[in-house]
Nanobody, 125 residues
Framework: QVQLVQSGGGLVQAGGSLSLSCAAS?????????MDWFRQAPGKEREFVAA????????YYADFVKGRFTISRDNAKNTVYLQMNSLKPEDTAVYYC?????????????????WGQGTQVTVSS
């Protein structure tokens, strides 16, 4: 079992910043290579946002967040972060951290078997 506990998020005006964190734990956590962030807006499909490898820290972003969002990790704390800058109203969604039992990065939500509880991010115009 892997437990993912999220914190952060909230309400911000357009152009502002918010940060999210996701603390991972559990007996099988050490076998996970990648951590991801997804988001789901009302009435829309869950979509990939960003990913990071625990080892080496290489990152991958969806085009719509490149240059605005930064994913990072603290291996000592088993925690992944998502710093969101220059937020837009269309970034409003519930954000989830997730992990998949894969060596490679997957942008497909169905590949992920453990999810955080979700955190609301609301950007007002």
């Amino acid at each position: 079992q892997v437990q993912l506990v999220q914190s952060g998020g909230g309400l911000v005006q357009a152009g502002g910043s918010l940060s999210l964190s996701c603390a991972a734990s559990g007996g099988t956590f050490s076998s996970r290579y990648v951590m991801d962030w997804f988001r789901q807006a009302p009435g829309k499909e869950r979509e990939f946002v960003a990913a990071i490898r625990w080892s080496g820290g290489s990152t991958y972003y969806a085009d719509f967040v490149k240059g605005r969002f930064t994913i990072s990790r603290d291996n000592a704390k088993n925690t992944v972060y998502l710093q969101m800058n220059s937020l837009k109203p269309e970034d409003t969604a519930v954000y989830y951290c997730a992990t998949a039992p894969r060596l490679v990065i997957s942008t497909i939500s169905g590949d992920h078997d453990y999810w955080g509880q979700g955190t609301q991010v609301t950007v007002s115009s």
